[in-house]
Each structure stands twice: as structure tokens, then as C-alpha cells.
């Protein structure tokens, strides 16, 4: 891990890559997710782990998240996320917003 | 938010607890499983598990963060520190006991004080949108009631403009007035009194002789029955009476088929056209406090209509709406500048003008109750100074535990809020018991209180009266609690835990105490100042010569209706009838009768000292022969009126002192003599003392007394009777009506008072309000006491191994004593010079309340300076003679 480049997370997308990995994986618990963002960004997204637990806190507060606890593979207690319909039309939204806004910063970097 | 999301946030709140413990296994999970991938990749057990909590970061603060989510923790942290600072509370009993004390007896004040005003002034008046009722009255400049020809007392005492002079309205003028579009409606009323016969003992009532609109401008609509039509009001109208609720109960029995009824007033039978709604009180009621039983149509004739210079009557109006107060002066102004082009000999110096009636009302109350409220202000502020002192001391002892939350991490916020709780605390307690406190004085304060005061005894303890104990509780719990508490978060964890509690540090606070005693200090004095005032004012009145000897005097009024007694003869007969029969009683030694007693009003009028002079006013009295010996105004030169001085004989008169000086340039009036009515000579036979005849407050002025035999002289009526007694004045009443009776069974007797009686409620306002501002400064000068006694006492505390050193090394006692109270001088003279520029400002607002006297007496300040000095001085002195007393080694050990 050291040497490789690591970047802060933008603010705001949190959100966004945890209901994308949800919508993907289905149900998992925050170990889960965390690592499986980890995994797919290779590393390059660095965050402090904690952090996760008050968006998750956030987003089933919001009712985009239902939490279930639930057994791990080696009988250890975990609760398990899963997307609610309001968090796959959040998840929608949020794509939709990510779009744009990274649309219109390649428009300002594109060489003219 | 959402309302699913509002249920999820409620349910959060009660599975608080589980949630927090759901979280924290989540994240020992976490951390848990993060461990031994990293192990599994290779890394060395006891390096793994550090790796993760790194990469997971500070467990706690996201834990708390995942917790604050919610929104509950805010309240939670509240909730936590009023705990807390509960605990401690509890924890030093006599600390908590005297600083709730001490604010309760500040809050308990001003609740009382407020709860008057609420009711007194600030309450809207019982009538259907009382904030567009004005008062309207006239005003003409100062000096220039010569050709004013005025009955009836104006409604209220509202401020006047400078330099000018209130009467009551006239009539003829209201005409015009009323066509001003500023108004939705204009109503005259004047008080009237009339005997009531027939039904039962005869009683002489209060009413009030009103427009037809009167009750539809003040939005009243009758209990039963109609309201006045315009029909009513007129001369040839079948004779109509609207009564009172009471008048209805108590005469009438409450018979509900009272419109029926028909009432003899003054001789008049009156059809019973309506009864007002139980509790309603006209304006004037509402303003002197005497019940008004009885309403009238006015029905003004048509002179009244047309004199425009008699000013007799009272008028409200109800403003348009959108009309502002000073729209509608607009528009009266410019109807007066027409009135004055066109009837220049009356209207050209008279002018109208308009103020919100319920000020109207109370305004003569409201100069007193506010500079109450201001007192009681002060008192409060006093309180919080106290607690404030008492919270730095202990915020001083707990330094060392301030310091060691600050170093274990706690946020100086968090100790701040820690410190504002217990304050807050402290504040509700003694808002509680300040409350109970009020509740007491403000009953107390009703019962003591003189009469007159309006709408007092509505006064109760309501909504108003505690969000307002609220407000100031909190406020002083904020103000009393911030300085104690931002020094507690200051203070520095290395420093303070190195060092001794008591030392470093100290200064600083110190310095804060020392000015929270100046500020003290001098805020009694103003107090104190005052109530000096107040009391040396009282004393000023109580001084006064009357005159005359108002004890064991028997004063009454009896008004002779005119239907029955046609002529002033017939009325001089009743009048001497009734002086010979009460003579008889057992008891009486002497009796009088005149047109008006003095403390009972007087009568002005005009006449000249020969053809060529201009006219002077004076007070003119028919008096009889015994008069001055029942009233014990003393013969100076000449002789009394006596029965020989009948019709018939040559006009006389007694004078007293006054004319002399006022009229006759320091001549002696005996001798001369004056024109009077029809160019009658009056002969001056006597001199009598002079009077006061308005009471203690009231200025001397010129009386002439002329024989109640010699009728044809004066246009007044003979109506008050009185009997110097040689017990008890009251004792004779039900006597003197029987003979009343027996001469004429129709006659009531009113007003019927004990002259001293009289006097002493003329004076019972000003002893209430010296009483009530003694009783504040008294409480003020203790707080201060104790303020003083409790900074002293900590500053030799802090200094004990300072004087220690001192007396060891060989220091005098007494130079230690000098010293010591060298400070607290220092102090006090700081305080006293704050207090004196405090009071030269703000004792201004009681000069009206004073007689005979500035607001910048220097006795008085004096008195008040030496007596703050020295309580203050006594004060100090205990902690200085400790002070002394230090021993050197136990105070060496010490340190």
C-alpha cells in the first residue's frame, strides 16, 4: 500500500458508492462494504474507515438503507444492509447528479 | 423531514441505549475482521490490530457522530449537564439554599410589582377593541382658566403639552369634533348622582349622564334589554334608565321581568330600558374606582348645545381603523383652527386633543408603579450580583476539577454549559420560589395598598405574570451564571494544577468581585437614595398645618333635590331644623353646615374690591355660625358670623389670611370691604386662619366665608353637614340619619366619612409608595451587607499567607486591620460614587411623586451615603478583625 498514490474521497460521493455497492452486492454488512469499495477502487480512494458508519447512520435515518442483523459466516452478529426502493431512486438520483456535474468539469478540463 | 423519518427519529430516541451498543459491536466487528485480513496478508498479529484502528480512525468520535445523526444528542448533553449540575447542587446544600433564597426574594419583588402593573396598566381594557379608544379632552395654555366655565373632573391625567392646562370638553365643541373622519364614533359622559326613592331606604347613586353612542363606541352591548337610541336622547323623551348589573341584583332582586320596572330618580320616574353585562365598568369607574349604577341619556339642552365656553363633559372616541393617534390630532387640529376663526372669544385658545384611554386612565397610578418597577429592577439586579459573587467563590473552589476536565479533554463549551446548567438551575428554583414568594406579596401588597388605585383588585397572578418571572429568571440565570462560568473555562489545566487552589489566578477574580461590589454597592445607594426621598417627602406632608382640626369631625353630604326643596330658604330651614335636633345628641359639640366642607371640594368665584378694579377669584363659602368652632379654624381679628347675620341685615364675611396677602397687598382685611354678585357691599367682620382646604398637599388660598342665612348672597346650595363629636365620630352616624329621617323620610345621607378618616387616605398613597421603597432599599442595603461581608472575607481567605508573613515578620494588628478595611474603603467609595451619578439620574423619575421637594436634595443623598457607609463599614470590619487574628504558623503550614 505505501507508495501508491491515495486520494481524499469528494465530499458527497460516500453516499453515492455506498448504495452503488449495495445495488450490486445485494446485502452486507460494513465490513463488507467498506472493503468491497476498497477493492474496487484498488486503493486509490482513501478514507478514514469509521466514516462509513455515520452515513450508514445517515442513510437509514433517510430510509434509503434497512438494517438487519443477521449471522456472519463464522456465527458472529452483523448487521446487514440492504437497499430500500427510496434508496435505489436515491441511488438513480445520485448517478444522475454525478453525471452532470463530472460532465460539465470535462467540458471546463477538455483542451478547447 | 418526512413523517416516516420523524417516526424513525422517535423510535431512535427510546432504543437509544441499544442503538449506541448496536453500533459499537458493528464497529469491534469491523475492526475486528479489518485485523485479521491484514494478519492473513501477512502482517504481525500485535501490528494487524494497531493497522486497523488507524485505518478505521477515532472509534468514539465516529460513534458519537453516528449517534448525533439522530438529532437527539443535543438535548441528551442537556439533559446531562442539568444532572449533573443538580448533583452538585445537592451536594452543598447551604450554598444552593441562600443563593435560591436571595433570588427568590429579588424575583418574589418583581413578580408582585409586575403582577400590579399587568393588571393596573398594561391589561387591555374590558371593551370591544380597546386599543382604538382614545380619551378626548381640551387643552388651553396655562394661566387662562379665568373665563373658563368648568364642572365635571376630567376623566384621567394624561400627559399635556407643555405649558398647557386639561378641562373637560365642551358640549357645543364635541359637535364638531365629530365630524373629523378619524373616528367611527364620539360619546360624551359626565357623572351624575341621584337620590333614589321610593324602593326602599332612600339612596342617594352614582351614574353617569351619557350620548345615546356611549355604549356603542365603547362596544358594549346590554345584558338585557336595548341600548340608548338616538330618540332617547332628547329633553321630551319618555324618561329612560339603563342600571348597572349590581343595581340590578341589590335593588331590584335580579326579577328577570325588570324591564317592566320604572325607577324614581331625583323624583323622576325612569322605564327600565336595559341592564349592562355583569363586571362592565365605565371609564370613569375604571379611573376613581366608585361604582356607577345608573346611565342617562345626556339630553343636553339646547344652550349646552350652543355655549361653547362651559366645558362640562367627558368624551371617548373610537378611532377609524389604519387611523393613527396622530392622523386623528391631525384632523382635530385643523377643525379647531376653523372653531377658532369662527368663534374667536371661546375656541381661539382652546384646543382638543386625544391620548389612548387606557394611559388616560392610569397615567397618575403609572408614574408610581413604574419608578416601582424600576426599584424592584434594581432589587433584581442586586439578587443577581449576590449570586454571582457566591458562584465565583465556588467556581474558584472547583478550579482544581475545571482544570482536570479541561485536561482529560472535555471542551471549555462543555464546561461553560456545565456551568450555565447549575446557574439555570438556581434560577428555576428560585423563580419557583419567587413565584410563591409574589403570590404572597402581591396580596399582601392589595391589602395594604391605599384605595383608588385603578383595576387593583383585579390583579392575579396569570399567564402574563409568569412567563414574565420566567423571563427574568432565566435572564438573571444567564447573567448571574456566564461570569463564573466563561472564568471557569478559562482557566489553564497546567498552571492551575500546579499550583495551590487559592493562589494564581485569585487576582483576576478578585478584580471581577471587586466590581460586581461596586456595581452592588452602588445600586443600594440609589435605592436607598430613593426611599430617602420618599420618606423625607412624607415627612414633609405629615408636617403640614392644615388649618384646621379634621379629628372627631363627622363630615356628610346631603343633597336636597330641587323638586321638593324649591328655594334656597326652604333648604337653609331643613338645614337648621337638622343643626338644632343633631345639637340635641349625646356626644356632639358642636355642628356645622356649608355648601362644601373642606377636603369635600370648594367653589370658586369671582368679585371686586371696588367698582374700578378688575375681578378676583376666591373661594366662597356659606358657612353657618358654628362652623369654625367644628372645625377649629381659629378668630385671629374681629368676630365669627353668627345667627344675627340673617337676610335682611347688612351683607358679611369673614376672611382668612390669604386674601389680606393675595388681595390687599399685606392690609389687614378687617374693616374693608368687597363687591359681590349684583354689586352687593360685603362688609370684611372677622379673619380667620388660613387652610388647607384641598388637604396636606394642597397650596393656601384665599377663602371668603359668607353666612349661610344671608341666601340671596351666593348661587350655591347648602350640602354638607358636619358634627365635631367627643368620641368617636362614627358612632353618631346611624343618630344623625334618623334625625335626617324624621325631618324628611326621602332624604339619604352620603359620603358620610370622618374628617381624619379623610385626611389619612389623602395621604395613604404617598406613605404606601415611601413603605413599599423603604421595604426595597432595606433588602438592597442587607444584599449589599452580605456582598460586601462575602468578598472581604474570601480576599483575607486568599490572603492569609500573605498576612501570615506579615504578622510574623512583626506587622502591628491594627496596620493589618487598616488595611484591610483600606480596601473595602476603597470599595465602597468606588460603589458610592457609581450610586450618587446613578441616583442624580434616575431618582428624576420620582419627582413627581414628591412634595416640596427636588430629586437633588443633598440631605437626603447624605443621609443615604453615611448609612450605606457605615452598613457597609460594619460589614467590612468582621473579616478585618479575622484578618488580624491570623495565626502565622498554622497560616504558614498552609501554604
Redesign the interface.
Known sequence: MTGSQRDEIPSGTLDLLILKTLARHGEMHGFEIADSIQAATEDVLQVEEGSLYPALQRMLLKGWLQGEWGKTGENRRARYYTLTAEGRKQLRQEIERYGRVSQAIARILEPA | M?G??FL??VR?LFARDRAAE??R???R??IE??AR?LRERGLAADQAGYAAGR?????E???D??????GWTVWERMVQDFRMGARTLRKTPGFTAVAVLTLAVGLGMNTAVYSVVNAVMLRALPYAQPGRLTSLWEEYPNGKDDALNTSGAPLGKAELRAGMARTTVSIANIGDYAKSQAFTGMASCDLVRMNLTGTGVPERLAGEAVSASFFSVLGIAPFRGRDFRVEDDSRDAVPVVMISYGFWQRRLGGDTRVLEHSVMLDGRMRRVIGVLPRGFQPPSEIADGAPREFYVPAAYSKQQLQERGDHDVNVVARLKPGVSMRGAQADLDVIQAALARQFPDTNKDIHPAIGPLRDDLVKDTGTALWSLMGASALLVLIACVNVANLLMVRANGRRRESSVRLAVGASRIRLLRLFLAESLLLAAGGCAAGVLLGAALTRTLIALAPAGIPRLESTTMDWPVFAFAAAIAILTGVLFGIAPAWQASQSKPVEALKTAARSSGGKAQLRWRASLTVVEVGLSLVLLVGAGLLLRSFATVMGVDLGFQPDRVLAMNINLPDLRYKTAGERLRFFETLEQRVRALPGVRSVAYANRMPMRGSWRSGFRLDASSGTLLADFQMVSPEYFETLGIGLLRGRVLTAHDGEGQPPVAVVNQAFGRDFLNGQDPLGRSFLYRRDARVEIVGVVSDIRRGGKTAPVLPEVYLSAAQTGLAPVRLADFAVRTSGNPLALVTAVRQQVLEIDKDQPITNVRSMGQVIDESVAQRRFQMLLLAVFAAVALALAVIGIYGVLSYSVAQRTGELGIRIALGANPRGIVGMVMGQAGKLILAGLVVGLAGALVLTRFLESLLFQLGSADWPTYACAVVVLALAAGAAALVPAMRSARVDPIVALRDE
Not at chain 2, 457522530?65 to 439522530?70: L, N, T
Open positions: 418526512s416516516s423519518e424513525r427519529r431512535h448496536d453500533l459491536e458493528e464497529m466487528l469491523h475482521l479489518r485480513q485505518q478505521f480512525g477515532n472509534r468520535w465516529y460513534a457522530k453516528s449517534m448525533e445523526i439522530w
